[in-house]
């Protein structure tokens, strides 16, 4: 009691110089963590998208600006997949998170889900630009969104969506002049001039705007989503005669017949004719012209952030929405199929934290990059319903713990015509995308998943289509790269039977359970 009265009487009277000298300290250390907390400001991002660029044909090959700037300078993963090979479902899952399957945008149609009312209502509500403006991000949008956005049963130019404090997108698919733009919900129409209406230019140009005017208090988000390399392949004036002696790659599965494969690839003319060859050297040639206005994009804007102090506390990614094909197993030019060409995307990333000239082995799909850049935020990602994982862990150890997933899902929904085309009557209808000579590079039935393991043993890929045939392929890639050659008969009934049960998990799988699958 008496050691009680003792405290009691000195916290009544006044304290003693060390109970002073203590109190002293804390409240310095106190203010300067206040400080500190006011200073630190989570890490910029600005993602680039393009359009239909390939990796795996030598789609990177005219971006030496771009390898330099980011990959160089940061990290290259060798092993990047969609999840979908097409913009829109592709686009859908960069902004949810989530595969196709939960986000329910199934292909480019409004009626495949494609910035519809439902996509509007449901995902769109929850997407990343929303957690990164909780999260006190500025966030600015500029280019190609998705392809449906913008039409009249689609909301018009007046549906901005959520999350976005400025918003300047494209209305519809890729153009390079004469398109609408919808900004912050008001109709911009432009026309014909290189100096003023070249999209890639123009998007080049409100980015820069954007950071020199942009917040310093906050940090930003940029969303940078040009045309290039997606047709109608109209380069820049000063780049229409690069490349003249450049032809589509001739390796691999060029040209070849797609022999024990779904139907789609087996009606393709093999060999191609040669106006078939002729025009996909010359889509191949425009393609990587106008790349290098992208290429020059991306060199602005680094010598912008350098400018601005800001390049060393912002991560770059470099990224694509899907692959591409230019005459593999004879299809003149498309996306939409379940082989590497189309699935496989370019991924850089440079940042705080990320070593310079990582070449990265890890599988990293694009339902990966909103829990990433959430992760760069400092959110707690377990707050978030998203199917893909952040790979900061991969780029940068130091920062975060993690580890590689080892197999993953590949799905899309094929589009097709009710009617027949009267241009191929012999055909019937359901098909789509289809070319003067009755080569048709989508249909209804050219609907697939896939199970796709890479785990450092094993590199296949196990793929199921929901059509009469109940048609399947597997490919051993590790043997057989360009998928030349469907092994399901030579494969053990027990492996077929374990992938098919692996595929059936991934196909219902939501958030944890997609990471969690054995």
């Not at 009691?8 to 060390?18: F, K, T």
């Not at 010598?303 to 912002?314: A, I």
Request: proline letters at 7%; hydrophobic letters at 30%; glycine letters at 6%.
């Amino acid at each position: 009691m008496a050691g009680l009265r003792a405290t009691r009487s000195r916290q009544r009277g006044h304290p003693g110089p060390a109970v002073l000298t203590t109190a002293l300290t804390l409240l310095s250390a106190l203010l300067t963590c206040c400080r500190c907390a006011e200073s630190v400001k989570p890490s910029n991002i600005i993602l680039i998208l393009s359009d239909d660029q390939d990796v795996h044909l030598g789609g990177m090959t005219p971006m030496k600006k771009t390898k330099a700037l980011i990959g160089d300078a940061g990290a290259t993963f060798v092993n990047a997949f969609t999840v979908a090979p097409l913009c829109c479902p592709s686009r859908s899952s960069i902004l949810t998170g989530q595969y196709p399957h939960n986000h329910e945008v199934r292909n480019n149609s409004l009626s495949g889900n494609c910035s519809s009312l439902l996509w509007q209502k449901g995902p769109e509500s929850q997407a990343l630009p929303i957690y990164l403006s909780k999260q006190k991000y500025e966030t600015f949008f500029v280019g190609k969104y998705l392809n449906q956005y913008g039409k009249k049963d689609a909301g018009d130019v007046d549906h901005v969506p959520p999350g976005w404090d400025q918003w300047h997108a494209l209305v519809g698919n890729s153009q390079y002049y004469n398109y609408t733009l919808s900004v912050n919900g008001k109709e911009e129409k432009h026309g014909d001039s290189y100096e003023k209406d070249y999209l890639t230019d123009l998007i080049t140009n409100r980015s820069l705007n954007f950071l020199e005017n942009r917040s310093p208090q906050h940090p930003f988000f940029l969303m940078v989503s040009p045309p290039a390399p997606h047709s109608p392949w109209t380069a820049a004036p000063q780049y229409q005669k690069e490349f003249g002696d450049v032809k589509a790659p001739r390796d691999g599965s060029f040209n070849k017949p797609g022999k024990d494969k779904h139907w789609l690839l087996r009606q393709p003319i093999n060999p191609m004719p040669d106006s078939s060859l002729t025009f996909l050297d010359d889509v191949f040639r425009k393609r990587w012209q106008t790349l290098l206005s992208v290429d020059d994009m991306v060199e602005k804007l680094v010598e912008k952030l350098e400018s601005m102090k800001e390049l060393n506390d912002t991560y770059i990614f470099y990224t694509s929405d899907n692959g591409y094909h230019t005459g593999q197993f004879s299809l003149p030019i498309d996306k939409r199929q379940l082989y590497e060409f189309d699935i496989r995307i370019p991924l850089m990333v440079r940042g705080p934290g990320i070593k310079p000239n990582q070449t990265l082995q890890a599988p990293v799909l694009n339902i990966d990059l909103a829990p990433t850049l959430l992760d760069i935020s400092g959110l707690n990602l377990s707050s978030v319903n998203m199917d893909g994982q952040s790979f900061l862990s991969q780029m940068a150890p130091s920062l975060r713990n993690g580890s590689a997933r080892p197999f993953f899902l590949v799905e899309y929904t094929g589009e097709g015509h009710p009617t027949t085309d009267p241009a191929c009557p012999k055909l019937g209808p359901g098909l789509s995308q289809c070319f003067p000579d009755c080569v048709c590079e989508d249909a209804y039935n050219n609907t697939y998943a896939c199970v796709r393991t890479l785990d450092g043993k094993n590199n296949l890929q196990y793929c199921e289509f929901a059509d009469s045939e109940s048609f399947v392929e597997v490919y051993n890639l590790t043997s057989d790269p360009h998928q030349l050659e469907n092994i399901v008969k030579k494969v053990d009934p027990t492996i077929l039977q374990a992938m098919n049960q692996r595929l059936i998990k991934l196909q219902s799988c939501v958030g944890d359970s997609c990471r969690d699958i054995k």
